[in-house]
Structure formats: C-alpha cells, structure tokens
C-alpha cells in the first residue's frame, strides 16, 4: 500500500509523462495532415509540381514506418524518456530547417527530420503507459493516446487554414519547431520512465505480486523473442486489413471516390472522411474502456471488425445513401474501425513485460505496411478500370474491402489474453 506523499507522487509523475509525451505525439499527427493545408504555399515557395510535393510530403511516412521497430528496441533498452527527448530534438530541428528551407531539397530534408523525430513517440507513450498504468487499464489509455493524437490532425485543417489568414506558413513551423525542443526539454527533466526511477514501487507491487523481470541479454534477442513468437503476429495482420483499409482510403481514395460516385463536391466529401477519422478517435478511447471493463480483448476486437467489413458493402455495390445515411455510415465505419487498437495491448500481454516497446512496434508496423500496399495497388486496379462512376472505382474499393475481410479473419488467432500477461 502506498501512503498519502507516495499516491501524490505517483499521480504526478504519471499524469506529467502521459501529458508532456501525450503532447508530442499530437505533433506527429500535425505534422502527418499539414501539408494538406499548405499544399499551396510549398507550391509557390519552391515552384513545385504536383510529384515533387507529393514527395515532399511522402517523406515523412517512409521514415515513420522504418523507424517503428527500431523505435521499438530503443524505448526497452534506452527508456521512452530519453528516446522521446533525441527525437524532439531532431523533430524541432527538422521544423525549423523546413520553415527556414530556401530550396526543395532542404525542405525535404527538413521533413525527413520531422518524421524521423516525431516517429518515436507513440510507441514510447505506449512504454510509458505499460510502467505508469495498471495493466487492466492499458487498453483505455492507448485509446486516450489516440483521443489525444488526434487533436494534432484536427490542429493541421480548420484552425491552421485560420492561422495561415494573419502569419505564414514559415512562421507557422519555426514556432512548431521551437515548441518542439521546449517539449524535448521538459521530457529530459519531468519525465522518469518508471515508477522506480522516482523512488516508488511498481504497479505490480503494489498489488501485491512480484515486479516485472528485466530483460537480460542483448536487444537483439529481445527482439528475436518477439518475432519468433507466433501469439505476435495475428494483431500485425489485423492492423493491416483494417487500419491499413482505414488510412488508406481515408488518406487517398475517399475524396474522389465520394465525388465521382456519388456526386459529392470537395467540402461535402471531405467533411465525410472528417467524420470518419473523427469517429475511429472516439471509438478506439471508448473500445478500450469498454475491453478493459469486460476483462477481455479477442470477442471486441472480432465483432467491431466484422461490423467494419460489412460497412463497406454499401460503397462496393455502390447503394444510393441520403446524406444523413452516408454521413451515418462514416461515423460508424471510423467507430468500428478503431477496434484494430486492442491489437497493440494484445502484443503487449502475450510478450514478456520488459519487451512492451518492441512488441507493439512490430504490431504496429502492420498499419503502416497495410497503407503503403494498398494506395498504389487501389490506383493501379482503377487505372486498369478505364470506365467512369461506381465501375471505374469498384474493383479498388474490392481491394479496400478484401483487405478489411483479411484483418477480420486474422483476428480469429489473436490470443485472449484477458487484459493481463500471459505469465501473470
């Protein structure tokens, strides 16, 4: 049990990590939809053609997906702390490299920076969670992790549009970047990557068992313990049909697919992905309440992606939707969707405690991969079309679809792990 200074300080150095970590990871969703805002500006300021900014832009995922894994391995063996303050170091030079860039290739690199620096703290906050949270909350606080995330790409449409109307947009990403390094510098001085750092017991002790072993040896066989074990790989799978469904069709394909099929103008078509990522943040905040209460994560995780499947079967027969029925279908999409993020507490319980960071970096590496197939793979099947309306996109939203329908079946072999690890 612990006494009333020892409750005071728990609170408080967990609230601070979740906070000021939780508050980088919203600039790593800023940084993944701004460009969208500012498409314009970077086309004037560098003379740009439609492929080089979409380069430009393309940077930053390709390095956020390479740095999962490595991510991974650094938070178990470094510690989230010091891992989130490198990388708002290097993501905060990156901003100001790309608000003061006088060239295409600087602003480039300026990008890569960012994606380099702001790719590691998802899976530190995940780290963080695992040591500062009771294991059977795990699930509501990565939801609340996405919750918060979220407000960063809400951050980078309306609010920077509004922004952009009084300052520019150079201005706009050396204040990022300055914020960026104030934040690193707060993570090196606030944050302590467990409870034993700051002098208290572990949340395992606290409940009476027996602290986490450390992992002993090097992090490679780490990581070999979390590739080479089977109950890991269902939740990469999901991740990929479902989330990779998600961000690929929400991220490329919604918008043209909504205007030449149904219609629809940019504004309407864009307040429905709106709708639809707005839908999968509240959903995964309140999916992963909903598994930690019911004590379990495989009977969620099927119905949510059963239901998310069979709500792309409108969009693939093309079904004539009123607007409050299309408007419907997204938000509920985006709710069901968000059940692919019990994946990440799945890796974390059916891996030892000291590899949480690797574990869920592999699973959500998935995500990632998912997207990157899927968009070039979408167009190519709609070049292939050569028709108009519903029949030149069908055969990509089959794509989008199969792969959900993939997703739904992978999550048949995630292990239940009744929110607890599998050795407790």
């Not at 990581?223 to 049909?241: E, H």
């Not at 190519?380 to 959900?404: P, R, V």
């Amino acid at each position: 049990m612990l006494n009333n200074q020892q409750s005071r300080q728990l609170a408080r150095y967990r609230w601070t990590a979740f906070v000021i970590v939780g508050m980088a990871y919203m600039l790593s969703f800023f940084h993944r939809f701004a460009p969208a805002a500012i498409s314009s500006d970077l086309q004037l300021s560098f003379h740009a053609s439609a492929t080089a900014l979409g380069s430009l832009a393309a940077t930053y995922f390709y390095v956020y997906t390479l740095m999962q894994i490595p991510t991974g391995v650094l938070v178990d063996t470094l510690g989230p702390r010091r891992v989130v303050a490198i990388g708002g170091l290097i993501g905060g030079i990156g901003s100001l490299l790309f608000g003061m860039a006088d060239t295409l290739v600087a602003a480039s690199m300026g990008r890569l920076m960012v994606g380099m620096g702001v790719s590691v703290t998802f899976i530190a906050l995940l780290k963080l969670n695992a040591s500062w949270f009771h294991d059977r909350h795990f699930a509501t606080m990565a939801g609340a992790c996405l919750l918060l995330g979220n407000v960063g790409s809400v951050l980078a449409a309306a609010p920077l549009a509004w922004v952009l109307s009084y300052v520019s947009w150079r201005t706009v990403f050396v204040a990022i970047g300055v914020y960026s390094l104030l934040l690193a510098a707060l993570d090196w001085w606030l944050v302590r990557n467990h409870p034993g750092e700051a002098g208290l017991p572990s949340l395992r002790e606290i409940d009476g068992k027996t602290a986490h072993p450390a992992h002993q040896g090097h992090w490679y066989d780490g990581l070999m313990v979390v590739i080479k074990n089977r109950a890991t790989w269902p939740g990469f799978f999901v991740n990929m049909g479902v989330s990779g469904s998600l961000f690929a069709f929400a991220g490329l394909w919604a918008v043209p697919f909504l205007r030449d099929v149904y219609g629809m103008d940019r504004a309407a078509a864009t307040n429905h992905t709106s709708l639809l990522l707005a839908g999968f943040a509240v959903g995964a905040f309140f999916v992963g309440r909903i598994s930690d209460t019911l004590g379990r994560r495989k009977p969620v995780m099927l119905t949510l992606a059963l239901g998310y499947t069979l709500c792309w079967l409108p969009m693939l027969y093309g079904v004539s939707l009123s607007s409050f029925a299309s408007h419907s279908l997204f938000i509920v999409m985006g709710i069901l969707a968000s059940g692919f993020t019990l994946t990440w507490s799945c890796a974390k319980e059916v891996n030892p405690h000291a590899l949480s960071g690797m574990a869920t970096s592999v699973v959500n590496t998935g995500a990632f991969f998912g997207t990157a197939i899927m968009q070039p793979l979408v167009g190519w099947a709609i070049d292939q079309a050569g028709n108009t309306g519903l029949s030149h996109y069908q055969s990509g939203i089959a794509i989008i679809a199969g792969f959900s329908l993939f997703g739904l079946l992978s999550a048949i072999f995630i292990k239940e792990t009744y929110c607890r690890y599998s050795d407790s």
